[in-house]
């Protein structure tokens, strides 16, 4: 752990700001010779990180391997050994003038069909988008005319039901008028006086009858 924490470190500081630092001056001063040199530092520094990417996956347990990182950028940096300018004179450049007409077709297709590959995966996005919005608009469509339906609905059951409450319920009896009851008055007063009347009549007649029989005897 300390080992790679110690490697991280060097990396980051001798491997990349140091050199970075030296780059902007060469620049700054107009320098071809410094120019070239780390030009040439750059090159193999991003060759080193494109392995170091693997290696740090599948040598890491390998003995020594954070020390042999350490020691190899400082192969690279040192003026003495001038590693950088070593590999890319010795390996580097020769692969890259052989290879270079081969690199550039396939950039020139990659590019291709990197383009054809985007404007097609923009227009399957842009259609897939497109009918998700007009499912979206026509279910909403379609959930709002049902709501409106049922509202329509619910509506025209409540009128139903009113109007045939209406109709079942018969209307209560008119109260009878003052001129009726007045007179039912009057007539209940005539009726049980000529009741009266017949049963005085009755009494008499009989009473009569009894007088008759009574001589006789």
């Known amino acids: 752990m300390v080992s790679w924490i110690i490697s991280r470190l060097v990396v980051l500081v001798f491997g990349t700001l140091y ?26 520094f991003a060759l080193f990180t494109t392995a170091e990417t693997f290696t740090d996956i599948f040598l890491c347990w390998f003995p020594f391997y954070y020390e042999l990182k350490i020691a190899f950028v400082a192969w690279l940096l ?14 580097v450049h020769p692969t890259l003038s052989s290879k270079e007409k081969e690199i550039d077709d396939c950039l020139v297709q990659a590019k291709d069909r990197s383009y054809d ?38 509506d025209l059951t409540t009128i139903r039901g009113e109007s045939s409450s209406s109709s079942t319920v018969s209307p209560p009896p008119p109260a009878p008028s003052v001129s009726a009851r007045t007179s039912s008055k009057q007539s209940h007063p005539k009726t049980s006086k000529s009741a009266s009347e017949s ?19």
């Open 19 to 44: 050199p970075a630092y030296y780059s902007y001056k060469a620049v700054k001063s107009k320098d071809i010779k410094e120019y070239v040199k780390w030009m040439m530092y750059w090159i193999i």
């Open 78 to 91: 040192s003026p003495y050994t001038k590693g950088s300018s070593l590999l890319y004179r010795k390996f």
């Open 117 to 154: 590959a985007l404007v097609h995966f923009g227009k399957r996005g842009l259609n897939v988008a497109a009918t998700a919005a007009v499912m979206a608009a026509s279910k909403g469509q379609g959930a709002l005319s049902e709501r409106l339906r049922s509202f329509s609905m619910q």
């Open 199 to 217: 049963i005085g009549r009755s009494a008499c007649a009989c009473c009569s009858v009894c007088r008759i029989v009574q001589g006789t005897a």
